[in-house]
Structure formats: structure tokens, C-alpha cells
């Protein structure tokens, strides 16, 4: 059983079809290894023990009696805990939420339970979402797969953890400025960000709504495209002879690039390598107004978040770590006449973007600049904190701006990863070529 917790979600959607795989077997195999892990409690907020195994139990009956209601039904994931679970509790990391427990089920787990996924547990987060590195030394942080003295990657620090260490078979994570593929990266996973709005956010806490997204957390290109169609409750997306073969990809050189670090560089020109061989047209490029567009995120980002936390936040700001609160606290600086002119202006900068990239099949970046920093140290050094934050975000960041899907793969070198950027809506083409580029990465 130890060989199951390291398979992707479809192998064993499809183990269970064939009947190699009972559903209660599985749930109970995560749900021991969970218990047994000594870093359980880092990592899962709340496991769900009690609904996993019903759910389990429920899927088992239909397996038997030819009745599943999709390949995954019986396939346990984790969820991150700004997710509302009906009568569990949701704090989103934040200790401004203890004790919140919603009545109803997210959205997206409602969709994700009736295609029959069983639900593990709640994995703990940023706080709020509102950070990179995963470093919450307000409730937890999670360990990174490759070295616990590192971070993890957030915000949907403990859903990468969750899958790396073999304790879910992915996780569904939110992604507002790469929080998604930011830890997908740095634990070796595929992560897929999707089009704002492809997804509902009824029942999801809410970081920047205007930015907020959900998506996969994963094993292969497979799981996000099975994982994306049963978040919404849809056909997922054909991979069948997905290929490299004349697609046309723009390695954008503006911004992504500025600082990166020698291992992150490595790994993405490994990938690129991968990627020409493989029969990909690669050209080098520049989009000079996406310079602009991120100097609209201060703006941007911390005005919404801000305005939509502000009086929790200052009932009882003692309860935030400090770096986060400043970045909370930074969007008070601006006006609403500010935030409505950098809106004006960012969709004036996304129709640049898009004739700009109309005659490539995807953009492609490194998918952080940086590799995961100590913890000790950031936990020490605020200013090294927020710089590498920052850095951490600033690639993730194009899409989010730019208003597109992005899929991050791993690299092949450990805690680095290549992401391919996509059309609005368009993540049905984006996950067949990132299959097939996860074919020439190996």
C-alpha cells in the first residue's frame, strides 16, 4: 500500500475502475501515513477523518456495483484551509479566523464531492494567503520536501507538503499571485493556475477577489487537467498525442530574468533544451509595458486586500505576524481614485500583452527567480523577508496581472520549475502542451 500514496491521481482513478484498488483501503492508508508522519501537524490543519472514510466507504459501494461517478471517484486530496467545510473549521491561516466554521461546503469542493474525490483534511497556509514563502509562524509552517530548514512555498504552503510527503494524492491550493505554483515549484510538483473566474470562489476566503483563483496542486499534467474538469464539473481537457511538434513559444526576457539565481537559471535552460529538442520553436523576446503592469501590484494587490480585511485586521492586529500585517497595512496608502485609474490602466496593458503573444502558443519563465530561503533566517531578518518575498512572487505575478492560465512544471533540477503561460480560458491547449513538454522534460 506504501506504493500508493506515490501515485498520480488518474493511476489510481484507473486502479480502482479495475478493481486492484479498494477506495477504504486507500483513504485508510493516507489517513494511517497522516497519523504517522512526524510532521503531521505542520502540515494538515485538520484532517477530516470522519468524511474521509464515509466518503470512501460511499465510493467503494458504487466501485463494486459499476457505478462510479467519475474516474477519480475514491481518490482522496487535501484541501487548503481557506476551502469551507461544512461544520469544520476554516481559518485560512489566521488566527483573526480561529473558530470560524462555515455551515456549507465551498463551491468547489461541492462540485469536487459529487464527481466523488474524498476529502483528507485541511492543510494549513499563509497567513490569509498574503505571502510566497509559506513561513506562518502564527499557526504553522509546513517542511519542505528537499530540506525542513528551508520554506515550503506559499501561500498553499501545506497542500505542496501534503503531496510531496506522500500524505494526499494532490491538493487544491488558491493562487492570487502564484501561490499555487510558487510551492509546487520549490516540492518538485506540477501546479496549475487558472483564469480568474474559470472557477468558482463561493465558499473560498477571500484574499484579492479580483485576482483570487483555484487550482491543483499535482504529480503530472494528467492530474491537473482530471482535477481542473471535476473542480467545475466538467470533461477534462484530451491529452491524447499532445505535442511539441511546431508550437512556437516566446521566452519572455523582460522582467523574468533580473536577478535570478544560478540554480533557477540552469533549470529553465535545462528545460528550454528539453523543450527545442523535442521539436518546440523557441524566440526570445521582450514585452516592455509588463514592466508597467508591475508597477500596478502595490496598488493593485494590497488596496483590495486591505479594503476587504481592514476591520478584522485592526480589531486585533496582535494577532498577525508583523511582516504580514505591513502588507496589509501598505494598501491604506492608496486612494480609490489611485486603485480605479491602475484598473483603467492594467486592461489597457493586457490587450498589449495579448497582441503581443497572439503568435506564440504559450509564454515561457522560470517559474521563481529564487530557490526556497531558511526559515531561521527569514523568521530573524524582516527586510530579507520581504525581499525575498517578493522575488519569490514577481514571476508567478505575470500571469495573475496579465489575467491568463499558468502551469508550472518541474525542471528536472530540484525546487525549480518552468511555467508555460497560456490564453484567458484557454487552459484546455495550455495543459496539452504542457503534457507534452512534461514528456521532453522526462
Known amino acids: 500500500m506504501a506504493e500508493w500514496r506515490q501515485m498520480s491521481v488518474g493511476e489510481?482513478?484507473?486502479?480502482?475502475?479495475?478493481?486492484?484498488?479498494?477506495p477504504e483501503e486507500l483513504a485508510a492508508a493516507f489517513l494511517d501515513a497522516i497519523r504517522a508522519h512526524p510532521a503531521k501537524d505542520i502540515i494538515?490543519?485538520?484532517?477530516?477523518?470522519?468524511?474521509?472514510?464515509?466518503?470512501?466507504?460511499a465510493a467503494s459501494r458504487r466501485a463494486k456495483a459499476g457505478l462510479r461517478l467519475s474516474l477519480l471517484d475514491g481518490v482522496p486530496v487535501s484541501w487548503k484551509d481557506l476551502?469551507?467545510?461544512?461544520?469544520?473549521?476554516?481559518?485560512?491561516?489566521?488566527?483573526?479566523?480561529?473558530?470560524?466554521?462555515?455551515?456549507?461546503?465551498?463551491?468547489?469542493?461541492?462540485?469536487?464531492?459529487?464527481?466523488g474525490l474524498v476529502c483528507l483534511g485541511k492543510t494549513h497556509m499563509t497567513e490569509l494567503a498574503f505571502s510566497g514563502l509559506g513561513l506562518n509562524p502564527m499557526t504553522a509552517t509546513p517542511p519542505?520536501?528537499?530540506?525542513?530548514?528551508?520554506?515550503?512555498?506559499?501561500?498553499?504552503?501545506?497542500?505542496a507538503a501534503s503531496v510531496a510527503f506522500g500524505l494526499a494524492a494532490a491538493a487544491i491550493g488558491s493562487d492570487t499571485g502564484g501561490s499555487v505554483r510558487i510551492p509546487a515549484a520549490w516540492n518538485d510538483l506540477v501546479g496549475l493556475k487558472t483564469t480568474a473566474g474559470r472557477l468558482p470562489l463561493k465558499g473560498v476566503v477571500p484574499?484579492?477577489?479580483?485576482?483570487?483563483?483555484?487550482?491543483?496542486?499535482?504529480?503530472?499534467?494528467?492530474d491537473a487537467a482530471l482535477l481542473l474538469a471535476a473542480l467545475e464539473g466538467g470533461r477534462p481537457a484530451d491529452l491524447t498525442h499532445a505535442t511539441l511538434g511546431g508550437a512556437r513559444f516566446l521566452v519572455l526576457e523582460t522582467v523574468a530574468h533580473d536577478g535570478?539565481?544560478?540554480?533557477?537559471?540552469?533549470?529553465?535552460?535545462?528545460?528550454?533544451?528539453?523543450?527545442?529538442?523535442?521539436?518546440?520553436?523557441?524566440?526570445?523576446?521582450?514585452v516592455p509595458e509588463l514592466a508597467e503592469a508591475m508597477g500596478l501590484s502595490g496598488v493593485l494587490f494590497t488596496t483590495e486586500a486591505y479594503a476587504t480585511w481592514r476591520a478584522e485586521i485592526e480589531a486585533a492586529p496582535q494577532r498577525m505576524y508583523?511582516?504580514?500585517?505591513?502588507?496589509?497595512?501598505?494598501?491604506?496608502?492608496?486612494?480609490?481614485?489611485?486603485?480605479?485609474?491602475?484598473?483603467?490602466?492594467?486592461?489597457?496593458?493586457?490587450?498589449?500583452?495579448?497582441?503581443?503573444?497572439?503568435?506564440?502558443?504559450?509564454?515561457?519563465?522560470?517559474?521563481?527567480?529564487?530557490?526556497?530561503?531558511?526559515?531561521?533566517?527569514?523568521?530573524?531578518?524582516?527586510?530579507?523577508?520581504?525581499?525575498?518575498?517578493?522575488?519569490?512572487l514577481r514571476n508567478t505575478r505575470i500571469a495573475n496581472l496579465m489575467g491568463v492560465p499558468a502551469l508550472t512544471l518541474p525542471t528536472g533540477l530540484p525546487m525549480t520549475g518552468i511555467t508555460l503561460l497560456g490564453r484567458p480560458m484557454g487552459e484546455e491547449k495550455l495543459l496539452r502542451l504542457a503534457a507534452a513538454a512534461e514528456r521532453a522534460l522526462g
Open 207 to 222: 484574499l484579492v477577489e479580483s485576482f483570487d483563483t483555484v487550482g491543483p496542486l499535482c504529480r503530472s499534467v494528467e
Open 44 to 57: 494538515y490543519a485538520r484532517p477530516t477523518e470522519g468524511r474521509a472514510l464515509a466518503e470512501a466507504a
Open 144 to 159: 519542505n520536501v528537499h530540506d525542513p530548514a528551508r520554506a515550503p512555498g506559499g501561500s498553499s504552503s501545506g497542500a
Open 83 to 115: 476551502f469551507d467545510t461544512a461544520g469544520v473549521a476554516t481559518e485560512a491561516g489566521s488566527r483573526l479566523l480561529a473558530g470560524r466554521v462555515p455551515a456549507t461546503d465551498a463551491e468547489v469542493l461541492g462540485n469536487a464531492t459529487a464527481q
Open 12 to 22: 489510481l482513478g484507473r486502479a480502482i475502475g479495475r478493481g486492484e484498488i479498494d
Open 260 to 286: 535570478i539565481r544560478p540554480e533557477p537559471a540552469a533549470g529553465f535552460a535545462r528545460a528550454l533544451d528539453a523543450l527545442r529538442d523535442a521539436g518546440a520553436t523557441l524566440v526570445r523576446g521582450a
Open 322 to 392: 508583523p511582516p504580514i500585517l505591513e502588507r496589509f497595512r501598505a494598501g491604506a496608502a492608496h486612494s480609490g481614485a489611485d486603485f480605479v485609474a491602475a484598473w483603467r490602466w492594467l486592461r489597457a496593458l493586457r490587450a498589449v500583452w495579448a497582441d503581443r503573444t497572439a503568435a506564440f502558443d504559450a509564454v515561457l519563465v522560470p517559474t521563481a527567480p529564487n530557490l526556497p530561503p531558511e526559515t531561521a533566517r527569514l523568521l530573524s531578518d524582516e527586510a530579507y523577508f520581504a525581499a525575498e518575498n517578493l522575488l519569490a
